[in-house]
């Protein structure tokens, strides 16, 4: 069996070697006659798949290790008798640590704590839940927007206009809709920016959920606005001229800790498994390395959210992320540099993975909500 891979995945040969031949390629240049003699695809964000991609070729099953599946056409792939496999929640904790690391180090630059703000959460999913879980458990006001789960008849939810008149902070979580009765293209519209004067937004979703030109448009006119982006709409091209808006721009890395894409190939390892009717008999305990730093010890004199923002910017500090994509734009076109930040990501561990050593029970308990392993 042949599998045409995204080069950006981890562990695949460690995974895939036994019951496939892999043959890598950069997953934003994967075509058609690449996959003329492939029995599979596995592949990211990047990579459009549908029957321009596919018709025509032998493969019997794609992959994605991601959560969001819009770059995915599973009507053509159902239609066309294609096994699909996705992999939900896998790097929601890893996205929920970039937020919280991102808000953590803004709280201190602005002078207020995350406790003292009203956060609001649109897209209340596998990331959105994890991140409502965490921030409530840590002390903070929530206000949770999901108008498919209300749909269904889930309570604890408020209309958008709402949260974006009470919310200080403004996350979004949402995966990429265009169609159905709650798209989210666009969700964040003309009108709609206009009422986040002096507010905090944050996209670690998609970035075609912002209208990218009634935002700049927007802050032309004066809107004061703290913008923390991970996602753009056009990917991998970048606009310049909302990049120099940004106060924290990344380059859609939010979910690339090691655990959380090593989590995907496992994911889509048990699925090909399962297609191939052969055994998973390797796991992701297998292959992860011991963290950076086996303990850290937390000063008595810290507050709780000191000792969290000191843990949480020792294992991942979203401002180097943002210094490397300045870098790269200086010296290659935006999507080049997109492509190989992601390419070339260093490697990032998860809170889960340093344990600390608090100094008081108010430092623990805010360093176990906010996702940290406590010394015992």
Known sequence: ??????????WIEDFFATSAEVVRLPGSEIRRQ????????????????????????????????????????????????????????????SVVDYVLSSLLWLAQERGFTLKEQTLGIVGVGQVGSRLARRLKDYGCRLLLNDPPREAAGEAGFVPLEQLLQEADILCLHTPLTRTGPFPSEKLLGEQELR?????????????????????KKQLEAGLQLTLLLDVFAGEPELDAELLDCCDLATPHIAGYSLEGKSRGTQAIYRAWCDYQQQPADKSLEDFLPPPPVECLELNPGWSPEEACRRAALLVYDPRADAARLRLALQQLPSAEAYQQLRKNYPLRREFSS???????????????????????
């Open 34 to 93: 690449d996959l003329l003699h492939a029995d599979g695809l596995l592949v990211r964000s990047v990579t459009p798949v549908n029957a321009e991609l596919l018709q025509g070729t032998p493969v019997g099953f794609v992959g994605t290790a991601t959560i969001g599946v819009d770059h995915i056409d599973q009507a053509w792939l159902q239609q066309a008798g294609i096994q699909f496999a996705s992999a939900p929640g896998c790097n929601a904790d």
């Open 354 to 376: 340093l344990q600390v050593e608090a100094s008081d029970p108010q430092q623990a308990a805010a360093l176990r909500a906010l996702g940290f392993l406590l010394k015992p």
């Open 1 to 10: 069996m042949r599998l045409v891979v995204d080069e950006n995945l981890p």
């Open 195 to 215: 009422q986040l004067q002096g507010k905090i937004l944050l996209n670690a979703g998609r970035g075609a959920v912002i209208d990218q030109v009634a935002l």
